[in-house]
DNA sequence: GGCAGAAGTTCCATTATGTGGAACCGAATT
DNA sequence: AATTCGGTTCCACATAATGGAACTTCTGCC
């Protein structure tokens, strides 16, 4: 594992499971139900050997398909990630943290895991709004353009960091959005500062500001970050909550060494 | 498959996949991550075999391994699941009105779904706590002692609801928790009403209203509840509120009609 | 420090499982 | 009645999973 190229080397090495899988991420990504010629028409495989495999997914609560013949992702990903959630440990430890940044701050407070070239959102906890929107735990959003994201990369090593960044395809979603080479450029500050700063990159309207949160052997890389509309998140509001940021990071992962975080 | 007698004959059925899906509820179902010999002591698998297995599993990101080499669920299962939820047809549907039956009541909405002997909650609406996502959805709890669970039972064929009640073990986890017949009789009063109570079955302190949902060809059965602490809960109260579930319930499943739901 | 035992990893001949082309079915469509 | 389309079933074949055993790496423990 250790050949210094290591370009798109790992492409299916998982066998069976990675055939389910690409079926399975097919069929969650999908923004409607497809039917069996839809997914047949992705070309992944042959009739026969898609209709046994989506057999057996269905079979385990993982695909569900309704009376028209259409599936959807099943209710035992749910019944799963649930308790995969519940138990997080890293969730666990950085939780009390969350709750006492959201109050600092009355914005709201997200804390994020790379994943990949995504940040996976674990935890996300709002002020006193009546109104519940869209969950985001789960969500994966692209590094680049992310605060917890940029965070993140801030900590690896330049050779994890050019390399992760290579196999991106940089997308733009405001007139802000970085990219790779801004992005680059922007590692240095962010490493020097600790915190990163997401300036309507992602979604005009919405500032953000993150620190990096990380173990030290680096197998496991995230971050937490205060959110808010730019009205209210002004440049300097934001550079004022870099440090209570900072210093909430600070505080998880000294609980990540002390409690049962993903030691050595 | 149309054998009369479909006991316990679906046992392992989906090959590969059945025995992965095995591995993976193990780790997800165990209250701390496990080492290799903890899941080789399982003794589902041989050494070997487990290995690899793990290793497909880990790699697929749906386990992960620390330092240690303890596997713990993997974000991609939060990955999946949160498409999942956020597609999900019946939840969307479902919402509005939720929101409207938390907001009549001013106690805790939720919405569940049957999936084999167990509810799995899909959806929870509270009032003005601070929502934590999750805290709730995707939960598994067993029918025979949740508003909803009962609710979702009494819409079902005495065949089908006998075949599962019988592969049931029932739990005692208050006094008033029912047995096996208590469950029975009580089915014939919910049929009538068409709700059904939780009266601190589950739990004590806690009392629930609930009322079924169903599709038409009952491929999908499930119910709506609304749930709060006994002392404001009163029987009474619960029974003032009956009606707007029964409404709230009716109205879902006229917009699964309607609308794009699970139909033939 | 070195030894013993346990935990974890790798190997490879064997075989069970998944594969996929082709035939089949049934319900819409013309 | 004939045709097409979406879905399901079948079965000889190839591939991927299996699992026993050998090997390596970690842990104390003396």
Same mark, same amino acid.
């Given at each position: 594992?250790?050949?210094?190229?290591?370009?798109?080397?790992?492409?299916?090495?998982?066998?069976?499971?990675?055939?389910?899988?690409?079926?399975?991420?097919?069929?969650?990504?999908?923004?409607?139900?497809?039917?069996?010629?839809?997914?047949?028409?992705?070309?992944?495989?042959?009739?026969?050997?898609?209709?046994?495999?989506?057999?057996?997914?269905?079979?385990?609560?993982?695909?569900?398909?309704?009376?028209?013949?259409?599936?959807?992702?099943?209710?035992?990903?749910?019944?799963?990630?649930?308790?995969?959630?519940?138990?997080? =440990?890293?969730?666990?430890?950085?939780?009390?943290?969350?709750?006492?940044?959201?109050?600092?701050?009355?914005?709201?407070?997200?804390?994020?895991?790379?994943?990949?070239?995504?940040?996976?959102?674990?935890?996300?906890?709002?002020?006193?709004?009546?109104?519940?929107?869209?969950?985001?735990?789960?969500?994966?959003?692209?590094?680049?353009?992310?605060?917890?994201?940029?965070?993140?990369?801030?900590?690896?090593?330049?050779?994890?960091?050019?390399?992760?960044?290579?196999?991106?395809?940089?997308?733009?979603?405001?007139?802000?959005?970085?990219?790779? =080479?801004?992005?680059?450029?922007?590692?240095?500050?962010?490493?020097?500062?600790?915190?990163?700063?997401?300036?309507? =990159?992602?979604?005009?309207?919405?500032?953000?500001?993150?620190?990096?949160?990380?173990?030290?052997?680096?197998?496991?890389?995230?971050?937490?970050?205060?959110?808010?509309?730019?009205?209210?998140?002004?440049?300097?509001?934001?550079?004022?909550?870099?440090?209570?940021?900072?210093?909430?990071?600070?505080?998880?992962?000294?609980?990540?060494?002390?409690?049962?975080?993903?030691?050595?």
């Amino acid at each position: 594992m250790i050949d210094g190229s290591n370009e798109m080397t790992q492409q299916r090495e998982t066998g069976t499971l990675g055939k389910l899988m690409v079926l399975l991420d097919l069929v969650t990504h999908a923004d409607r139900p497809l039917r069996f010629t839809d997914i047949l028409a992705a070309g992944e495989q042959p009739r026969g050997t898609l209709h046994r495999q989506l057999g057996h997914l269905v079979e385990e609560g993982l695909l569900e398909i309704d009376g028209d013949g259409r599936y959807s992702p099943g209710l035992r990903l749910l019944e799963l990630a649930s308790r995969s959630w519940a138990r997080n =440990e890293f969730r666990l430890i950085a939780e009390p943290h969350l709750n006492a940044l959201q109050q600092l701050t009355g914005e709201t407070v997200h804390l994020g895991v790379l994943r990949g070239a995504s940040v996976i959102y674990l935890d996300k906890v709002e002020g006193r709004q009546p109104v519940r929107m869209y969950s985001q735990i789960g969500n994966a959003s692209p590094v680049y353009c992310t605060g917890v994201g940029k965070a993140a990369l801030s900590v690896l090593p330049d050779e994890r960091l050019n390399a992760l960044i290579a196999e991106v395809a940089f997308q733009r979603f405001t007139p802000n959005t970085r990219t790779a =080479e801004m992005l680059l450029a922007e590692m240095e500050e962010i490493r020097s500062t600790g915190a990163a700063f997401d300036r309507e =990159e992602h979604e005009v309207g919405i500032r953000c500001v993150a620190a990096p949160i990380w173990s030290e052997d680096l197998s496991f890389v995230g971050g937490v970050s205060v959110t808010g509309p730019a009205y209210r998140l002004t440049m300097e509001r934001l550079n004022e909550w870099a440090d209570p940021v900072r210093q909430t990071a600070a505080r998880i992962m000294s609980g990540m060494r002390s409690g049962l975080g993903p030691r050595r």
